[in-house]
């Protein structure tokens, strides 16, 4: 979603980013990548919960997602420090339209499953 700020922009959208992670964690996790974006800290996990949000220490280690912690440090790219928060809690992604409708609902399987962004913008250009 990063990389396609501007598009996201373009579509008179906005972006929040929720997180149960501490305002250090954030802070740092923002300066390094999607400083555009708002982001809104839910320690209680109360958002978490609503969309039904699960944790799993098992699916959080999976094999995928070792993986993609080895080549991101093969390709030299700095791990971002937990700060000590659950590394367990599964995020996903969500749209919501201007009305409250839920548009798209994506729980997260483990930490890497994230739906393309291609098909994030197109529920996004099709709404009213």
Not at 59 to 87: F, K, V
Not at 100 to 118: F, T
């Amino acid at each position: 979603m990063c990389a396609h700020q501007d598009e996201i922009a373009a579509l008179n959208t906005r972006v929040f980013i929720i997180s149960f992670g501490t305002l250090p964690a954030v802070q740092q996790w923002m300066s390094e990548t999607c400083t555009t974006f708002t982001v809104l800290l839910d320690r209680e996990r109360t958002v978490y919960n609503a969309y039904g949000l699960e944790r799993s220490r098992l699916r959080s280690l999976s094999l995928r997602t070792l993986w993609l912690y080895a080549r991101n440090h093969l390709r030299g790219q700095q791990m971002h420090s937990s700060h000590g928060d659950d590394t367990s809690q599964l995020g996903g992604d969500f749209i919501v339209d201007k009305n409250g409708i839920l548009r798209l609902s994506y729980p997260s399987h483990d930490p890497v499953d994230r739906p393309p962004v291609g098909a994030l913008l197109q529920v996004l250009q099709k709404l009213p």
